[in-house]
């Protein structure tokens, strides 16, 4: 039929259109993000020296700020994972609406901006909010206190550590609970003896991933508990703080961070591969 | 007394439950189709699957009663289970898992307990090593041995060689009649393999849509099978009854 063969001549230009342009578009977008992502850490990093660098830590802001990190991300972590692995359990375990719902909600810090969440603590735990009161009662004042950094931490952090927590006690093979229970293991022991063990890893992950988001918080933190050096002023708002002076300590910190980040993020990944 | 009385009641999914019967020493066959309730009924004398009404009793102690509100809790009923794959703990070694339901005052009394309760069942030698490097036979008398090693009041075995290569099976199977056997304990298998009917020479409870059909011994079913089910099940047999 005359009709297929003129068909032919556009069909070959179509798929040399396509063998052309497909790459450069997938190549060209994807370079794209690729740039974006990378170009500002090269900026970090390649307008410094180890000399800079040095000079930049030195400053007076950056010793109390690293001590106030370490010590309140490590609450924090032990917060979540001290109340957040019994929680995981119980949500792994039951099967009702009400804990899907609970599922879902404990989830909403991840996708909720940092200012609310700052809103949030306050107009829960602030003089005014619905706990201040009871709490002014006791001579605690949360707002402005170290307190409030851990809790703000918790706050935004907690559910990366309980999502990896849930889904690997869901992964927990249901003979293995039911076997310890005939040989005589009290819920107790079925935990700390097979549960946990057998979720370590998956556990040790999430713990990871939420002791880094813990490290970054900003937002939450500024709002609900200011920024006061040696007090509330973590490492982040230490960079905020001195961009206004002096940038060369800003970068210094955030070249720290972003090699922290990194070998974290390196260890998540070595770690799930395994 | 050592006899295990089971009567239960109960629903799980779209399936409900109605089966009775009761062993003494002897190993009991539960036989039936898949989905047809055997693993549900073996799940309610554990007590992992709460039924409805019924009684469960063995040795004359009553494990659960509907009507008396009486439902003593799976981790104190005392019955081993070996569940079809056997489930050995993966970060435990062999005497890590026996030595795990024993019940002893120091850590040198349950070991020793639980090297005694491998060697019962001739695999002494396997102690130190991790579930992944034993093979299926290996497995399942180490999931045995754990099952026995607390020393129980009955057991339960849910399709105990469906899971190895036919190859072994017929070994493993002779191994675990001249076992079952030896114990003289009230156990309770689930199985659709007649081999391990012919095997172990037990009662046969058939059970199809939740519900017992047919009892009696593997003779008494290929006599006079009651079900469709029944006949395709006994015409299997290797040796016709004589």
């Known amino acids: ?274 | 007394m050592n006899a295990l009385k089971v009567d239960v009641r109960g629903t799980t999914g779209a399936l409900s439950i109605d089966v009775s019967f009761s062993t003494g020493a002897a190993p009991l066959l539960l036989v039936g189709p898949n989905g047809s309730g055997k693993t549900s009924a073996l799940m309610m004398i554990l007590g992992a699957l709460a039924p409805d009404r019924g009684r469960v009793s063995l040795d004359g102690t009553t494990l659960y009663d509907g009507d008396a509100h009486v439902d003593v809790p799976l981790e104190r009923r005392r019955i081993g289970f070996v569940p079809q794959r056997y489930a050995l703990f993966p970060h435990l070694d062999v005497l890590g898992n026996v030595a795990y339901g024993v019940p002893a005052p120091s850590r040198a009394e349950r070991d020793h307990l639980a090297r005694a309760a491998l060697a019962e069942l001739d695999v002494a030698a396997l102690a130190a090593r991790r579930p992944a490097q034993l093979s299926g036979g290996e497995m399942q008398r180490v999931a045995l041995a754990r099952a026995l090693a607390g020393r129980p009041r009955a057991l339960l075995m849910d399709e105990p060689l469906a899971a190895l290569d036919v190859s072994v099976r017929r070994d493993v199977r002779r191994f675990l009649a001249d076992r079952l056997r030896a114990l003289a304990m009230p156990t309770v298998l689930v199985t659709h393999d007649v081999a391990d009917a012919e095997a172990l020479d037990g009662d046969i409870v058939v059970i199809e849509a939740g519900a017992v059909v047919q009892r009696g011994r593997l003779a008494d079913l290929a006599a006079q099978p009651q079900t469709e089910f029944v006949r395709q099940f006994v015409v299997a047999r290797t040796r016709p009854s004589p």
């Not at chain 1, 310890?180 to 293991?185: D, F, I, N, P, S």
Request: aromatic share 8%.
């Open chain 1, 1 to 274: 039929m005359p009709g297929q063969v003129t068909d032919t001549q556009p069909r070959v230009w179509r798929e040399r259109l396509i063998a052309i342009a497909w790459p450069a578009a997938v190549g060209g977008l994807s370079g794209a993000l690729l740039l974006l992502v990378l170009l500002p850490i090269a900026g970090l990093l390649f307008t410094s020296s180890p000399g800079r660098l040095l000079r930049g830590l030195a400053d007076p802001l950056v010793a109390p700020a690293i001590r106030l990190t370490i010590v309140t991300t490590i609450a924090s972590l032990g917060l979540i994972v001290l109340c957040g692995t019994p929680l995981a359990w119980v949500i792994a375990r039951r099967r009702t609406r009400l804990w899907r719902v609970l599922e879902t909600v404990i989830q909403l810090p991840v996708v909720l901006p940092p200012a609310v969440a700052g809103v949030a603590l306050l107009l829960a735990f602030g003089r005014r909010g619905l706990l201040g009161p009871s709490l002014a009662v006791f001579g605690v004042g949360l707002p402005f206190s170290t307190a409030a950094v851990v809790l703000a931490q918790s706050f935004v952090a907690a559910p990366f550590y309980v999502q990896a927590a849930v889904a690997a006690f869901r992964q927990l093979d249901a003979d293995l609970v039911l076997v310890a229970r005939t040989l005589g293991a009290s819920w107790p022991r079925v935990f700390f003896t097979v549960a946990v063990p057998l979720s370590w890893p998956a556990l040790a992950g999430g713990a990871t991933l939420s002791w880094a988001r813990a490290l970054g918080e900003f937002g939450a933190t500024l709002m609900f508990a200011g920024n006061l050096t040696g007090r509330t002023q973590t490492l982040p708002l230490t960079i905020y703080t001195a961009l206004e002076s002096d940038l060369q300590t800003a970068q210094s910190l955030s070249i720290v961070l972003v090699a922290v980040a990194f070998a974290l993020l390196v260890a998540i990944r070595a770690g799930a591969r395994r």
